[in-house]
């Protein structure tokens, strides 16, 4: 079978080794992370990286259609909320981030997020990934400097302070382990950052069950949506996250008359 997967580059280390090994054919389009800081930006991104393998089927630059296109993105800020299949069946985990991903399941992330009381987690995905945590301290100088000579210091204040209030939501900094790479220097930028924020640490082992049923093409219609031709991504809140919806259909299911 060919799969071919469009996935966020934290699961580099991962779906590499998950695909080298898988008995399936496997080709990966990488989309750099920093898109998640921008939703509309990531949305439009994957729905052209779908239109884009289209366009390389119909020119001959790609030889092999794949049987399935599987993205490497939970519900993400509703980021593959409206994605559409044409041909080609399309897989989507039925996760609300790529941190369920990490974790092995949507449950396991919600049983998580009640025992941390709702953990900002971090893996060597995340890390090594990431130009910035949390905003560093020169970051936010860089960045006030900027607002001030734009809007005045007053203003720049302001809009710093609003950039970081997400922070007073979170006391405990998560740590995922990974059976694929687990490294000490990126758990020891963890420690610091924890320290640094006044937060617990709390470190818990990744499960990579389901990446490897998205390269082993061992997919279930309970924790992966999969669109037929002529249907989209819809949020669903059954708790299922995602719903498929037809073209012609409404999210809510009704008839779109547009």
């Not at 809007?151 to 990974?178: C, P, Q, R």
């Amino acid at each position: 079978m060919r799969i071919y997967i469009i996935a966020c580059r934290i699961f580099a280390r991962e779906l590499g080794r998950l695909g080298a090994e898988s008995e399936n054919q496997i080709d990966v389009t990488w989309i750099g992370r920093g898109l998640h800081n921008t939703p509309e930006q990531l949305k439009k991104r994957l729905q052209d990286e779908i239109d884009r393998l289209y366009e390389a089927l119909s020119s001959g630059e790609l030889e092999h259609r794949p049987d399935y296109i599987v993205l490497g993105y939970g519900l993400c800020s509703r980021v593959v909320e409206g994605i559409r299949c044409r041909d080609i069946p399309i897989v989507i985990p039925r996760t609300d981030d790529c941190i369920a991903l990490f974790m092995g399941s949507q449950e396991r992330y919600l049983e998580e997020f009640e025992e941390a009381k709702g953990a900002y987690w971090l893996n060597s995905g995340w890390i090594e990934r990431s130009a910035r945590l949390f905003d560093a301290d020169d970051i936010k100088r860089r960045r006030w400097m900027e607002y001030a000579e734009k809007f005045g210091e007053d203003n720049a204040d302001y809009l710093i302070e609003v950039e970081s209030s997400w922070e007073k939501n979170y006391s405990t900094l998560g740590y995922i382990h990974s059976e694929i790479h687990d490294s000490e220097a990126n758990l020891e930028r963890a420690r610091e950052e924890a320290l640094r924020k006044g937060w617990r640490l709390r470190e818990i082992d990744g499960d990579i069950r389901m990446l490897r049923m998205m390269t082993e093409s061992t997919w279930n219609d309970r924790e992966f949506l999969i669109l037929k031709p002529g249907e989209r991504a819809a949020a669903d809140y059954s708790g299922l996250k995602l719903k498929a919806v037809r073209d012609d259909e409404t999210a809510d299911g009704s008839s779109d008359v547009r």
